[in-house]
């Protein structure tokens, strides 16, 4: 999860957050160059004494000012197009969850099973154990395991949410009425938080998300006690 004074993103938890990382890599590095390029213009220019005078006529110049813009775009498109098509590629996925959105809670449905479903409420700040984070955790934690192709199917009861966990890369519109779907792979063990992103009501930032990712056999301990508890 996020710290103070965190610049960069949380740690990638998934392949295709690892991919988002690269990718910002890549493009910031393309726009620092650019950036020093032209500082490194802009100050010549100011400082010399110099002067041309075929400057305002130069054939060569337009050239390469159209052409290597035209390159830098590709350069940054490729690989935001592979990664868009990445996003959206759901194969065979192990498991199948329903998140739905309400003012101001999650609800999961496990559609694997047959009575597997629970709600997630944010623990109140006076109720938090020692070690739990404020506003991030949650009564009731999505359980997925690791390593394993995860699919949710995201919709709201109410107004528009925003199912978003950063360090797995998913972000997804939750809307009344609609069924969105996207998927991840938990790459290691863990827990990873997320919130609604998008502003939903007076409580809208009191409804965070918690998805703990476990070894397949927890996993499966863990479901059989919560169907023997429903």
């Not at 109410?158 to 792979?185: C, E, Y």
Request: charged share 15%.
């Amino acid at each position: 999860m996020a710290h103070p004074s965190q610049l960069g993103f949380q740690d990638a938890a998934s392949p295709v957050m690892e991919e988002l990382l690269h990718f910002h890599d890549h493009a910031l590095m393309i726009v620092f160059l650019i950036s020093t390029l032209v500082l490194y213009i802009i100050v010549a220019m100011v400082t010399t004494k110099l002067t041309n005078k075929f400057i305002l006529d130069s054939q060569e110049i337009e050239i390469i000012w159209t052409l290597l813009p035209a390159i830098i775009l590709i350069l940054i498109a490729l690989p935001s197009l592979r990664i868009l098509y990445l996003m959206d590629e759901i194969n065979d996925p192990h498991l199948t969850i329903k998140a739905m959105g309400h003012r101001w809670y999650w609800s999961y449905e496990y559609t694997d099973y047959e009575d597997l479903g629970f709600d997630s409420y944010m623990i109140p700040t006076q109720d938090l154990a020692p070690g739990q984070f404020r506003l991030l955790e949650t009564d009731h934690r999505m359980v997925v395991p690791v390593e394993s192709p995860i699919r949710i199917l995201i919709s709201a009861e109410d107004v528009l949410h925003s199912w978003a966990v950063p360090s797995l890369g998913v972000k997804m519109d939750a809307v009344p009425g609609r069924l969105n779907q996207t998927a991840f792979i938990a790459s290691r063990p863990g827990v990873f938080y997320g919130q609604c992103s998008e502003i939903c009501g007076a409580n809208h930032s009191f409804m965070p998300i918690v998805v703990e990712a476990v070894p397949l056999e927890h996993f499966e301990n863990w479901s059989s006690l919560m169907l023997e508890d429903a």
